[in-house]
């Protein structure tokens, strides 16, 4: 079995930051692509920011230039973090990663349970 847990969301004020993190655990042979979606109440979910293998990223543009996604791969863990947060930053934030399980041949897309964002003053 292969889990995502994440960690880190919360209350922020506007203009302030928050880092969040995402574990993947379990009987992983690798793990290809990794990311974060977000969805806000009344939307559908969408992507935030994505980070390939090859170290390739994408954003969402309405967060480039303030997210910044990385990957620890010694952790199997990917980070977003924050910056200059907005109250339309507001989200439920789920983690994805593609992953080949031990014993596999395909990947298998995996989420985490999601972590609640809210920026308010």
């Known amino acids: 079995q292969v889990q995502l847990v994440e960690s880190g969301g919360g209350l922020v004020q506007p203009g302030g930051s928050l880092r969040l993190s995402c574990a993947a655990s379990?009987?992983?042979?690798?793990?290809?692509?990794m990311g974060w979606f977000r969805q806000a109440p009344g939307n559908e979910r969408e992507l935030v920011a994505g980070?390939?293998?090859?170290?390739?990223?994408n954003y969402a543009d309405s967060v480039k230039g303030r997210f910044t996604i990385s990957r620890d791969n010694a952790k199997n863990t990917v980070y977003l973090q924050m910056n200059s947060l907005t109250p339309e930053d507001t989200a439920v934030y789920y983690c994805?990663?593609?992953?080949?399980?031990?014993?596999?041949?395909?990947?298998?897309?995996?989420w985490g349970q999601g972590t609640q964002v809210t920026v308010s003053s």
């Open positions: 980070l390939t293998g090859d170290r390739s990223t």
């Open positions: 379990g009987s992983i042979f690798s793990i290809n692509a």
């Open positions: 994805y990663a593609q992953i080949i399980p031990t014993g596999s041949v395909r990947p298998v897309e995996y």
